[in-house]
Each structure stands twice: as C-alpha cells, then as structure tokens.
C-alpha cells in the first residue's frame, strides 16, 4: 500500500514562491524515483521535475529550469518542490508521484497524490 499527500499549494503574486511538500507512506520510499507533474485546466499532465531514488541525479522541464528544485529527504519519505519566481503559467494542479521506471511521462508513474493546487495572478 502506498499513499502520496501533497501539501503547500495555494495563491501567490507573480514573482513570488512557493513550497510544495510530497509525504510518502511505506519502508520502500528510497528504491523509488519520483516525479512532479502538473495539469492546467484544459491541457495534458506534464512533468515538472523528477529525482532518482537517491537524490543523486535531477531532471527539469525546460520551462522551469532555473526556478524549481526537487528534492527529498528520504529519512522522512518526503519529496519537495521548491518553485521561485513564480509565473501566471505555473498555475494548476501539481501532483507528485512514484516511478515505476524514471521517464517522463505519467505512464512511468504507478501512484500518484490528490494535487494540490497553485495559483499564480499578475
């Protein structure tokens, strides 16, 4: 049984930031990489960033490079989106979610969190 709780979306001016947090259940968190996605209404889920199992190795979407950080801290099975100069086209759902294989698209990804919403205004 695995269970994926996201926390820390909300409302933020442009240019602002945000934490998202991703609390993991399980004794097996760190033999799993992890992605974050996220979906804008009308438009297809997307990754974000992703992390190996390790922490070792990150990946990012070209459109938030420079702006995002994943990380996790596999001693409290929690993985973290920090997102920095925040833009009107950040908003949307965000969800995190655990790798059956470390690629990057949903399908790659066998459990996914509820989302959390992040809304960015101008």
């Known amino acids: 049984q695995v269970q994926l709780v996201e926390s820390g979306g909300g409302l933020v001016q442009a240019g602002g930031s945000l934490r998202l947090s991703c609390a993991a259940s399980g004794r097996t968190f760190s033999n799993y990489a992890m992605g974050w996605f996220r979906q804008a209404p009308g438009k297809e889920r997307v990754i974000v960033a992703r992390?190996?199992?390790?922490?070792?190795?990150?990946s990012y979407a070209d459109s938030v490079k420079g702006r995002f950080t994943i990380s996790r801290d596999n001693a409290k099975n929690t993985v973290y989106l920090q997102m920095n100069s925040l833009e009107p086209e950040d908003t949307a759902v965000y969800y995190c979610?655990?790798?059956?294989?470390?690629?990057?698209?949903?399908?790659?990804?066998?459990?996914w969190g509820q989302g959390t919403q992040v809304t960015v205004s101008s």
């Open positions: 992390i190996s199992r390790s922490g070792g190795s990150t």
């Open positions: 979610a655990r790798a059956a294989v470390y690629g990057t698209s949903p399908s790659n990804y066998d459990y």
